[in-house]
């Protein structure tokens, strides 16, 4: 988020601004950084933008784990994936040079030199599916409307109200 300068009484003072919306990654990076390097990413991108390297398919099934280099040396890395099955890992082996081939191009350096696939399991995030809400009858919404009429605060009463609709439409 760009920061502005403000001069007050001789000593520069940080105010922030808002200038629009920005990415999330951009707001975490410096957190994110340290842990990514631990594992030899140079950054989130990699892992971004994974389905768009390998495929949406394999992105199901494979992960990336870490990078490891030899010695001081930042280039012909081995990235380590992991495979959610043998299906996954059979059409990865295949596509592997095609692979190495996209990350190197995305680094814009040799930074892969070869893959090592492992199985196991992979946990997928899948979003909750959404239900669609009902449909509240004009019958539900009266007696609703007549089960929270004796309560005397007006505000109370509305938010009492707005809870009994959002509940009969679950």
């Known amino acids: 988020m760009p920061i502005q300068k403000q001069k007050t009484e001789g000593n520069t003072q940080k105010r922030r601004s808002f200038e629009g919306l920005e990415r999330l990654t951009m707001e975490i990076k410096h957190i994110t950084q340290p842990i990514l390097g631990q594992r030899g990413f140079a950054g989130t991108d990699v ?20 990078l490891t280099f030899e010695k001081e040396n930042r280039t012909n890395g081995t990235l380590h994936v992991k495979s959610a ?8 082996e295949h596509q592997k040079h095609k692979v190495i081939e996209r990350i190197n191009f995305f680094f814009g350096y040799p930074a892969v030199g070869k893959i090592k696939i492992s199985q196991g399991k992979i946990s997928f995030k899948m ?32 938010m009492v109200y707005q809870l009994g609709i959002s509940r009969l439409e679950k």
């Open 85 to 92: 099955g043998g299906a996954f890992a059979i059409l990865f």
């Open 127 to 158: 979003p909750p599916p959404i239900k669609p809400k009902k449909f509240v009858t004009e019958q539900q919404v009266n007696e609703l409307k007549a089960k929270v009429a004796p309560i005397e605060d007006e505000t109370l009463r509305e």
């Open 47 to 66: 892992l971004s933008y994974w389905d768009d390297i390998v495929g949406e398919h394999l992105a199901k099934g494979i992960r990336p784990e870490k």
